[in-house]
């Protein structure tokens, strides 16, 4: 990832001027440590911190048409760079970024252009001919923009708040899909797929078709000139990201390079994470080089400070999990890596989080994974991108590539529901899958059931179908129950002196009154409060705090899904154990006591419980069709 940073219209073209323009971008270097580039014309600014990953030896930026009329300054990759080129067969191009296409097919078309570019990407372009300008930001929001307003009338944007923020009177997040046009000084969405008005589809699952998919988008963020790997936590999403890169990288440019042997990455606490398990066992079925790194509870603690003023946020779910990912993306760059593939987004678009299991009908299912999609650059991307940002580490996320949402939205979403099974027998068929998976559906069947190949496995079956874990969980529960720990103890009030800072206690007084201290987004948990608190000190102004989204949320669900259950209303927590009696049943048998389960309950009930007889070993043993020792 790249740091852009832009102004545009501003009075004052003054030496001091370019100074300050200067000291902003460099509030961005830790996104691009390898060149900084300053493009002035008149009273207009285009800054850029670069991270060379295609084309490092020329690549720099800001980029330029033939004449240099037209300067665009980018963060981000454009996949069908090399499609789009051949259709510009009259221009003549400087280098050999994926990024330089903008200024051509702006020359080409106008401002009707973003649409045909696939990849992540927030750029802002100057036409120097009439100093009109533009800036857009990807269909999902992947890569952060921000657009502010000075006093002197000057338009900002920028790749995080942390440059914009002391000089812009107002500032806002850059809506994902959307360009803003200086001729007509407003936004508007460029990004119109179908799924985007909620309307429920009803195209017939086709498990080719979504498999085949998923691997175009993959290959194609195979796209690099600088080692890269994959973050492999040995849950089902990242897994298959890793099973379909181990795949196909041999055939691949960068193979050429650095070799057919595909790296992968994962972190967590030394003991009790679910993920360096899953993860080690998923390496060694793809014969990877596997690099697994460890923190303690205390050193991410010691990092919130860090990961706050980073990834410009105090939402609980997206701190928690930033921060071993943080932690993570500074190890995998002391390797030499700078590019990473990450499974982010296929939670929103398959319904995979364990709130999902109480959707009370597939219209109301489908338009939650809308709005789950539609939120994305508020949560995973954020963090995503700016976790690893934070160590100059590109995040690539191919469950976000454009023609695979279309295709994984336009299924019917009955296919994606949950069996409405009772909370055990959920749990007892997690188990009863990996054996069996005809059956029934557990969350993200449609996906799981896309790469279950018996003749060319791509995944062992238990890892096919592993439960979901969120990140902040996977990596550790301690890690969870450590940070509450540590907040129920702790405050960052920041008017206090730092000593107090450090050491004071977030008392119960405080957070009866946290809704007059912080009337927006008012915190309604001592962790909560103590990231606030911490976010205030670095960016205190109501523009950055409108930044945040709020309301309620159990297990990552919008606050509409929190009136799916009543009793989630009484227990508003992210992690993904908050769904009651989903995660912990489910929990049960992904141990190995499935035989313990299968002698003592059914249902919940129990041998004398209303005359029910329960499921014994030798039923198990048929509907398994497994050997006696395999159930005992």
């Not at 300053?38 to 207009?44: A, M, N, T, V």
């Not at 799924?195 to 699952?205: D, V």
């Not at 069996?419 to 449609?446: A, M, T």
């Not at 003592?600 to 004398?608: D, K, M, Q, R």
Request: net charge negative.
């Amino acid at each position: 990832m790249c740091g852009i940073l832009a102004v545009l219209g501003c009075t004052d073209n003054s030496q001091a001027k370019r100074s300050r323009i200067i000291e902003l971008s460099r509030r961005l270097r830790h996104r691009g440590p390898d060149w900084s580039g300053l493009h002035c014309y008149e009273d207009c600014y285009l800054a850029h911190q670069r991270l060379a990953i295609v084309d490092p030896a020329s690549g720099d930026q800001p980029l330029y048409n033939q004449d240099k009329t037209v300067v665009v300054t980018v963060n981000g990759e454009i996949y069908n760079h090399k499609e789009l080129r051949a259709q510009l067969k009259s221009h003549t191009f400087r280098t050999g970024s994926d990024c330089e296409v903008i200024a051509h097919l702006y020359e080409e078309h106008g401002e009707d252009f973003v649409d045909m570019l696939d990849g992540m990407f927030s750029f802002v372009l100057l036409d120097t001919r009439d100093k009109s300008f533009i800036a857009a930001r990807d269909a999902i929001g992947i890569t952060p923009l921000y657009i502010g307003w000075g006093l002197d009338g000057s338009v900002w944007f920028a790749s995080e708040m942390k440059a914009l923020s002391d000089d812009c009177e107002r500032f806002m997040s850059f809506l994902p899909g959307h360009i803003y046009s200086s001729k007509q000084g407003a936004l508007r969405r460029w990004y119109n797929p179908p799924w985007f008005s909620e309307q429920i589809p009803s195209t017939p699952y086709d498990p080719l078709a979504l498999r085949n998919a998923f691997e175009k988008a993959v290959i194609k963020r195979l796209m690099t000139d600088v080692p890269f790997g994959v973050l492999l936590s040995g849950g089902l999403d990242s897994s298959l990201v890793a099973a379909v890169a181990s795949r196909h990288l041999a055939d691949s440019e960068a193979s050429q390079q650095w070799g057919s042997q595909l790296h992968t990455f994962c972190i967590g606490l030394e003991v009790g994470s679910p993920d360096l398990k899953a993860a080690r066992e998923v390496a060694d079925y793809l014969r990877t080089r596997h690099h697994q790194f460890h923190f303690t509870v205390q050193e991410g603690i010691d990092a919130l400070e860090e990961v706050i003023y980073h990834v410009e946020t105090y939402d609980v779910t997206t701190i928690r999990a930033s921060t071993p990912m943080f932690l993570m993306s500074r190890k995998i760059k002391s390797l030499g890596v700078k590019m990473v593939i990450s499974g982010e987004g296929s939670d929103e678009i398959f319904g995979g989080y364990l709130y999902f299991h109480k959707a009370p009908n597939k219209e109301e299912f489908h338009q939650e994974t809308c709005r789950k999609i539609k939120a994305l650059h508020l949560y995973d991307c954020l963090r995503a991108n700016k976790s690893t940002s934070a160590w100059g580490v590109e995040a690539r996320v191919p469950f976000l590539d454009k023609e695979f949402i279309n295709i994984a939205m336009s299924i019917d979403p009955e296919w994606k529901m949950v069996n409405d099974f009772s909370p055990l027998l959920c749990s007892l068929f997690h188990y009863l899958i990996q054996i069996r998976p005809d059956l029934g559906r557990i969350e993200k069947w449609v996906l799981r059931n896309a790469f279950d190949d018996e003749k060319n496995p791509y995944l062992p079956k238990h890892i096919l179908y592993r439960q979901k874990e969120q990140f902040s969980d996977g990596v550790g529960y301690s890690w969870i129950d450590g940070l509450k720990d540590h907040a129920s103890k702790q405050v960052c009030g920041y008017e206090q002196l730092l000593a107090s800072v450090i050491t004071g206690q977030v008392t119960d007084a405080m957070l009866m009154n946290a809704s007059f201290v912080y009337p927006e987004n008012t915190p309604t948990t001592k962790e909560a409060y103590y990231y606030r608190t911490i976010f205030e000190k670095f960016f205190p102004k109501n523009s950055a705090r409108s930044t945040v989204p709020g309301g309620p949320s159990v297990a990552c669900s919008t606050a509409k899904a929190v009136e799916w259950d009543a009793a989630w209303s009484k227990n508003l927590d992210p992690s993904g154990r908050a769904a009651l009696g989903v995660h912990a049943a489910a929990s049960c048998l992904i141990e190995d006591n499935a035989a313990v389960l299968f002698g003592t309950y059914l249902w919940g009930g129990t041998a004398g419980d209303n005359g029910r007889k329960i499921l014994d070993q030798k039923l198990a043993r048929k509907l398994l069709e497994l050997p006696t020792t395999d159930v005992e």
